[in-house]
């Protein structure tokens, strides 16, 4: 599957923060995610969809008893969703920056 563009919205960007600052030896589910995040699960899921139909992540259920509870889903940044995403914010700072150094400089 070839990775398409997804639109980064403040959400879907956080939700990447989440996953790209998280160690793959520790995979992050879904609830973890909100919670790292500070969104709802209204919000992380759909983006998380979004995420993994793009071929920006992947996800994988929970091997094993989970222990009387419901099995997790974890996700992970693909190699392609992590040079994607960090392509996009250095565009996004690359734009942002002449307008932050004249905010610094009191001019509007």
Do not use: H, K, N
């Amino acid at each position: 599957m070839s990775a398409a563009r997804i639109r980064l919205t403040t959400a879907t960007r956080l939700v990447l923060d989440v996953l790209l600052a998280s160690d793959t030896d520790d995979p992050v589910w879904g609830y973890r995610i909100c919670a790292l995040a500070g969104l709802g699960s209204g919000t992380v899921y759909p983006v998380l969809e979004r995420l993994e139909e793009a071929g920006w992540i992947s996800g994988g259920w929970e091997q094993g008893d989970p222990s009387g509870r419901p099995r997790r889903r974890f996700y992970a940044l693909t190699g392609t969703g992590r040079r994607l995403y960090q392509a996009a914010e250095d565009s996004r700072r690359a734009r942002a920056w002449p307008a932050t150094a004249l905010l610094r400089e009191g001019r509007t």
